[in-house]
């Protein structure tokens, strides 16, 4: 009977250091998921803080693109009616329709400066969006790195309960694909996964 005793003495001091080795190896993957986790949330919160930036800068910029715009009408308004005025009045003097061409091509000349003014406030407006849209990406690959990141240590949490060792392979695979996510975002990269952004959003 010792030798049973033995045994079974050997077997739950295996089983102890296993399950010891699987819970020290989640708690370390536990611990990397969410320090990169929280560097992710950090980055994401100043990205964001980009996006309403370029976003209002964007907004500013059509703004003043209207301004322009209805000033350019306004120009081009005037001139017209310093025109009509001009060939319309019956017996008017040199000096009078010289008063009225000057108005007229000055009234023109603004409206001139307007539409070119128009199309550098335009570029601009198109640059904030592009800026805009640039973020966005960087923001869905911080928001998916975050979000696969907390299911793994869900995951993570739930193997160090049962011990199953095939799920600690899925959580490390989520937890890849999130920390993948998130080092493209520091580095400016475009990986972008459509299918999931779109399942997110």
């Not at 992710?40 to 919160?45: L, P, S």
């Not at 911080?142 to 799920?167: C, H, N, P, Y």
Request: aromatic share 8%; proline share 2%; hydrophobic share 50%.
């Amino acid at each position: 009977m010792p030798e049973i005793a033995d045994a079974v003495t050997e077997a739950v001091e295996k089983a102890d250091k296993a399950e010891s080795k699987l819970n020290t190896a989640v708690a370390a993957l536990v611990a990397i998921s969410a320090t990169f986790m929280a560097l992710c949330n950090v980055k994401d919160g100043n990205v964001v803080q980009a996006m309403a930036q370029a976003q209002a800068t964007g907004v500013d910029q059509w703004a003043y693109f209207q301004a322009k715009s209805t000033k350019q009408a306004l120009a081009e308004l005037a001139a017209d009616g310093f025109a009509v005025q001009r060939d319309t009045t019956p017996g008017l003097s040199p000096e009078a329709r010289a008063i009225y061409d000057r108005k007229v091509a000055d009234h023109l000349a603004k409206a001139k400066q307007y539409e070119a003014e128009k199309a550098k406030i335009k570029d601009d407006a198109e640059a904030s969006a592009k800026e805009y849209d640039r973020l966005n990406v960087h923001d869905d690959q911080f928001d998916m790195a975050e979000a696969s990141l907390s299911v793994a240590i869900a995951l993570f949490g739930v193997t160090a309960l049962t011990q199953k060792r095939w799920l600690l392979v899925f959580a490390i695979v989520i937890a890849g694909f999130g920390t993948v996510l998130g080092v493209a975002g520091f580095l400016g990269k475009s990986l972008h996964p459509d299918w999931v952004a779109k399942l997110l959003s």
